[in-house]
Structure formats: C-alpha cells, structure tokens
C-alpha cells in the first residue's frame, strides 16, 4: 500500500512541474496558428478554422508535455521547442506561405522538408540548451519553488536542512561526504557532496538567519565551481509553513549570475523544484520505514 502512495504523490508532483510547459507551450502554439493564417490569408480570422486549429494544438502540445514528463522525461524540453519552432514558422510563412518549419501539410508536399525541419529542430535544441553559444547571463536570478509533504516539520528540517555533524537524517545522506561546522560554535558550515562518480563539489554555508524548524538563510558559495560560470555562489532562503494537514516548504535560491537560456529553461522546467520534490520523496519514504520483505534477505545476528 505504501508503494502505491509514493507512486501516485510522484505522479501528482510530476504533472505538477509540467504546468509551466504546458501553458507556455498551449500559448504559443495557439498564437503561432492565429499568425499563420493571417500571413497566408487575412481574412481567414473572420472565421472559426484558426481557432480551432489552434485550440486542436493547445490540446496536441498539453498532451505532449504530459506524456513527455511521464514516458520520456528526458525529452521534455522539446516540447516548448517544438513550439517557439511553430512560432517561428508562422513568422517565416509572411515571407513565404509554402515554407513550414512545423507542418505535416508542407512535408508531404514537399518531402524534403521532413528531414530539414529535423535539422532545424535538432540545432534548436542545442542553442537552447546552451551547447551551441554562451547566451548573455542575467546578474542575481532567483529560482522560486516550492512543495508539500505530510511529514511533520522537524522531520523536514532535519531532512532538507540539518545540524552539523548530524548527515545521517539528511535527504541527500547517501551522497553528503562531510557536513560539518568550518568554526566550533559559529554559523559557518561546510559541506561536501558527491557530484558524479569521480568529482566532488564543496560548499561553505554563511547562516544568516536561523530559526529552527521554520526558516533558514544562508549565503553559499562552492569551492570546486568554475567562477565564470556564475553559478559559485548565491543565496538560499528557505521556509518550511505547518498548514494544517501538511507542510508547505518555499525556497528562494538565488545565484550571482547565469546564462539567460539556462534560466529560462530552468524556470519553464521548475528543476528546483523537481529537485525538492525528490527530497521530500526520499524523505516520505524513509519515514514510512522498510517495504515488507526488504529485511528478509539479511543475516540473522547471533
């Protein structure tokens, strides 16, 4: 029983993270249709076809982004791609209305389409993703995200901020090396986490404002980042609320600088808080103890 909780709260925070994509992307899509009949032919918005169309591919790309973020959740950022392509289409068709970056219609006339639109939409990815060119970065951009959990709230303080030396209740235990105070009696504190299997990042932790088990803020920075990138210091303010039923965590994490795809693609994405919902999983999970039978494969002491 317990399994089949976790699995549909998954699922419920899953779509949850879809929401900005999915409007996002509904909207562009219906504006990307408005624009291509206006371009091939103005009076086609005094009737009802545009609109269909476009409702028809707010319905196509709300279904996308759900089932990307289910079945293939890597591939999910080619769901607002595919749109801003649709979009661009719709510019390109006032120049020229045979043209189709997005269109099933055009490829099937003309065939050689089908593999430059995958061109198209294969570069696309790498520009957004930042692989391509380094995109101007915004100074000081705050991520926003939040989440829920049932979990009493000294459970999610312990889990998602801790005390040092005390790593074993922290959500990310498995991969925390060190968590420790740089300065006895200090709010200095010092962590260390394995980044991949061969790397380590380390952060020091300036706590500025504690109050256990509501709030914490504290200016961070990693020793092992690459300073250009930006992405070497920042803050982090976190609040954890009792609602009642639940607890509702908010979290401002903001770093000095960053690329302006990357922000983008994060906000659109809510990766922070795909992140904190892996946490408080984690978290949930442990407090519901082992599954039945999880122990039986263990040695008998004596």
């Given at each position: 029983?317990?399994?089949?909780?976790?699995?549909?709260?998954?699922?419920?925070?899953?779509?949850?993270?879809?929401?900005?994509?999915?409007?996002?992307?509904?909207?562009?899509?219906?504006?990307?249709?408005?624009?291509?009949?206006?371009?091939?032919?103005?009076?086609?918005?005094?009737?009802?076809?545009?609109?269909?169309?476009?409702?028809?591919?707010?319905?196509?790309?709300?279904?996308?982004?759900?089932?990307?973020?289910?079945?293939?959740?890597?591939?999910?950022?080619?769901?607002?791609?595919?749109?801003?392509?649709?979009?661009?289409?719709?510019?390109?068709?006032?120049?020229?209305?045979?043209?189709?970056?997005?269109?099933?219609?055009?490829?099937?006339?003309?065939?050689?389409?089908?593999?430059?639109?995958?061109?198209?939409?294969?570069?696309?990815?790498?520009?957004?993703?930042?692989?391509?060119?380094?995109?101007p970065a915004i100074r000081g951009p705050k991520a926003r995200y939040a989440g829920t959990s049932r979990l009493p709230q000294t459970v999610l303080w312990d889990g998602?901020?801790?005390?040092?030396?005390?790593?074993?209740?922290?959500?990310?235990?498995?991969?925390?090396?060190?968590?420790?105070?740089?300065?006895?009696?200090?709010?200095?504190?010092?962590?260390?986490?394995?980044?991949?299997?061969?790397?380590?990042?380390?952060?020091?932790?300036?706590?500025?404002?504690?109050?256990?088990?509501?709030?914490?803020?504290?200016?961070?920075?990693?020793?092992?980042?690459?300073?250009?990138?930006?992405?070497?210091?920042?803050?982090?303010?976190?609040?954890?609320?009792?609602?009642?039923?639940?607890?509702?965590?908010?979290?401002?994490?903001?770093?000095?600088?960053?690329?302006?795809?990357?922000?983008?693609?994060?906000?659109?994405?809510?990766?922070?808080?795909?992140?904190?919902?892996?946490?408080?999983?984690t978290l949930e999970r442990r407090a519901d103890g082992p599954e039945p039978g999880a122990l039986s494969a263990a040695p008998a002491g004596g």
């Amino acid at each position: 029983m317990n399994a089949l909780i976790h699995f549909l709260r998954k699922m419920r925070r899953k779509l949850w993270r879809e929401r900005r994509r999915a409007v996002f992307g509904g909207a562009v899509m219906f504006l990307s249709q408005i624009m291509l009949a206006y371009a091939v032919n103005p009076s086609l918005l005094m009737t009802v076809v545009p609109y269909l169309n476009g409702m028809v591919a707010v319905l196509v790309v709300m279904v996308l982004a759900l089932l990307a973020a289910l079945l293939l959740p890597a591939l999910r950022n080619g769901v607002e791609v595919l749109a801003i392509l649709s979009l661009l289409s719709a510019v390109v068709a006032f120049h020229d209305p045979t043209l189709r970056l997005v269109g099933l219609s055009a490829m099937r006339d003309q065939p050689w389409q089908l593999p430059a639109a995958l061109a198209v939409f294969v570069l696309a990815d790498l520009v957004y993703s930042g692989r391509v060119f380094t995109f101007p970065a915004i100074r000081g951009p705050k991520a926003r995200y939040a989440g829920t959990s049932r979990l009493p709230q000294t459970v999610l303080w312990d889990g998602l901020v801790g005390a040092p030396p005390y790593k074993d209740k922290l959500a990310d235990r498995d991969k925390t090396i060190a968590f420790e105070e740089l300065h006895p009696g200090q709010p200095h504190r010092r962590v260390v986490v394995r980044d991949t299997e061969i790397s380590t990042l380390e952060q020091h932790q300036m706590v500025r404002l504690p109050d256990p088990p509501n709030r914490i803020r504290f200016d961070w920075a990693i020793l092992t980042a690459d300073p250009s990138s930006g992405f070497d210091s920042g803050t982090y303010d976190l609040r954890i609320m009792d609602q009642g039923r639940h607890r509702r965590v908010e979290v401002i994490d903001q770093v000095r600088s960053y690329p302006a795809n990357l922000v983008f693609r994060a906000w659109i994405d809510d990766s922070m808080g795909r992140t904190l919902d892996e946490r408080l999983e984690t978290l949930e999970r442990r407090a519901d103890g082992p599954e039945p039978g999880a122990l039986s494969a263990a040695p008998a002491g004596g």
